[in-house]
């Protein structure tokens, strides 16, 4: 039976970012099947044993598979995190831009090829 945790649901970014901010000494992963069509990735505090944060997934095998979901129920101690690992991110709206990155994407790989050679 799958509780209600919408109250602590967040977006794969914030999920992502929270894990990568607990050092993997202080966190341990448990993969638990809730049922046929559901299973979570659990993340747990060394220390505390505490369940911070899990990944709710499903198989495609019974039917139509839903998009994952993401919680985060609890901080780790101060002790437990590390700093965030800081990162970019661009967002192309136009078809124009996407073209214009690959465009660059290329140069720049031609560029890098032409000074290995």
């Known amino acids: 039976m799958i509780t209600d945790n919408s109250i602590y649901e967040v977006t794969r970014s914030e999920y992502k970012g929270f894990v990568e901010q607990i050092k993997p000494e202080y966190r341990r992963v448990e993969i638990v099947e809730i049922d046929k069509t559901h299973t979570a990735a659990k993340i747990f505090s060394t220390n505390t044993g505490k369940c911070l944060c899990s990944r709710l997934t499903y198989s495609a095998d019974y039917g139509t598979?839903?998009?994952?979901?993401?919680?985060?129920?609890?901080?780790?101690?101060?002790?437990?995190?590390?700093?965030?690992?800081?990162?970019?991110?661009?967002v192309l709206k136009t078809k124009e831009e996407v073209q214009a990155f690959f465009d660059f994407l290329a140069k720049k790989i031609k560029e890098e090829n032409n000074k290995n050679d």
Request: proline share 19%; hydrophobic share 25%.
């Open 65 to 90: 598979p839903e998009p994952e979901k993401y919680y985060v129920f609890e901080m780790p101690e101060d002790y437990e995190r590390q700093a965030p690992i800081p990162k970019q991110q661009l």
